[in-house]
């Protein structure tokens, strides 16, 4: 014979199975949302490559940020497209340039990337 008790205690324990899946949910997606925090600003150069000798006096640095909310190139503020690319023109002096990326996030953290290219007249 079946008493009222054990059908309360079912529903105890799916209670219980509840709570601790919304828990462990929540704290998932919490961890998920901080990652930004802890990875700070990202910035990946795809061209010109490090280093490279060029033979025009005009270049074009392109690349990808993550977790940005500011970036500059050598001081100068520079904007991020929509999908967080950046391109911006240089005119090259001859000889070595270097070029200095410096991005923050919105939690203050900065990270810096520098770009050197040569510049050799023909």
Known sequence: MSTGNEKGNKYINIGAVVLVLLLIA???YFLFGMRNVTQGPQILIN????G???DRSVVEL???VKNVSKISINGEPIKVQGDDRIKEQFVLQPGENTFRLTAQDKY???TEKMVKIIYKQQ
């Open 108 to 110: 203050g953290h900065s």
């Open 26 to 28: 929540t704290t998932a």
């Open 47 to 50: 061209a010109p490559a490090e």
């Open 52 to 54: 490279v000798v060029v």
């Open 62 to 64: 392109q690349g990808k």
